[in-house]
């Protein structure tokens, strides 16, 4: 999950296929539980339907840590 946010952090947006070209050792499964998980924490959003879906960072996680 945590790579999977900082692909994020990196890009504008990302999509399943490219999470899954860009972290080839982990399994498809997987990567579909990492990122289920992180919508459901409210730390990703998606867009789209499909094929065309995309993910992004949601408003709090794009913004800088103040500490």
Request: cysteine-free.
């Amino acid at each position: 999950q945590r790579r999977i946010l900082a692909l994020l952090r990196t890009r504008k947006d990302i999509s399943f296929r490219e999470v899954r070209e860009l972290l080839p050792e982990r399994a498809e499964r997987s990567i579909q539980r990492d990122i289920k998980a992180l919508i459901d924490a409210q730390l990703i959003t998606s867009s789209g339907n499909a094929r065309a879906l995309r993910y992004y960072l949601s408003e709090e996680t794009s913004k800088p840590d103040n500490s």
